[in-house]
T-cell receptor, first 111, second 114 residues
Framework: EDKVVQSPLSLVVHEGDTVTLNCSYE??????LLWYKQEKKAPTFLFML????IEKKSGRLSSILDKKELFSILNITATQTGDSAIYLC???????????FGAGTRLTVKP | GAVVSQHPSRVICKSGTSVKIECRSL??????MFWYRQFPKQSLMLMAT?????????EQGVEKDKFLINHASLTLSTLTVTSAHPEDSSFYIC??????????FGSGTRLTVV
């Protein structure tokens, strides 16, 4: 069965640290991988990755996909307390228009 | 760590029928469960919040008679899409909240109404 595994499940860092969140997957007919940030009402979309090796960047956040090794990482540099959230990874399958979510990584950034 | 099991992962149903989606917290008791629906451009919308033993609180614009949420125990919440129509076809996901784990998400359900 398709699955998405995120690691670590939780992480505590201090402001200014750099963090790397991992997402590995096993999905039939991969289409894309998505990253979300969950803070308040609903997860907000961060990135969509479809091609290997191409880094997507938004401010201090960046993400890259490795389709050969079946994983993605989300990097956050110079973390701030406002980065504290759950970060979700989801993978879309082309075959049945399906989507699977990982359990999330809970990031806590301490002042 | 906390795990939320969501079933089924995908379901196809005929227009006019009802579909039930379950979310179960496997190794913890969830005081609060949330239900989300995915919309175009990958955004997720909160549909409702439910606390064990009480009525769910629905977000504005979500029909409570169409999307029935039951949180009968601290480990199980269900979302029933009643009289489903093709426009209800979407991706639905739940999350459970409990201290100290915070939010834990289910893996999602793809609903297709034909």
């Amino acid at each position: 069965e398709d699955k998405v595994v995120q690691s670590p499940l939780s992480l505590v860092v201090h402001e200014g640290d750099t963090v790397t969140l991992n997402c590995s997957y096993e999905v039939t007919n991969f289409r894309s991988l998505l990253w979300y940030k969950q803070e308040k009402k609903a997860p907000t979309f961060l990135f969509m990755l479809t091609s290997s090796g191409i880094e997507k960047k938004s401010g201090r956040l960046s993400s890259i996909l490795d389709k050969k090794e079946l994983f993605s990482i989300l990097n956050i540099t110079a973390t701030q307390t406002g980065d504290s959230a759950i970060y979700l990874c989801a993978v879309e399958s082309r075959m049945v228009n399906d989507m699977r979510f990982g359990a999330g990584t809970r990031l806590t950034v301490k002042p | 760590g906390a795990v939320v099991s969501q079933h089924p992962s995908r379901v196809i149903c005929k227009s006019g029928t009802s579909v039930k989606i379950e979310c179960r917290s496997l190794d913890f008791q969830a005081t609060t469960m949330f239900w989300y629906r995915q919309f175009p451009k990958q955004s997720l919308m909160l549909m409702a919040t439910s606390n064990e033993g009480s009525k769910a609180t629905y977000e504005q614009g979500v029909e409570k008679d169409k999307f029935l949420i039951n949180h009968a125990s601290l480990t199980l919440s269900t979302l029933t899409v009643t009289s489903a129509h093709p426009e209800d076809s979407s991706f639905y996901i739940c999350s459970a909240f409990t201290a100290p784990y915070g939010y834990t998400f289910g893996s999602g359900t793809r609903l297709t109404v034909v």
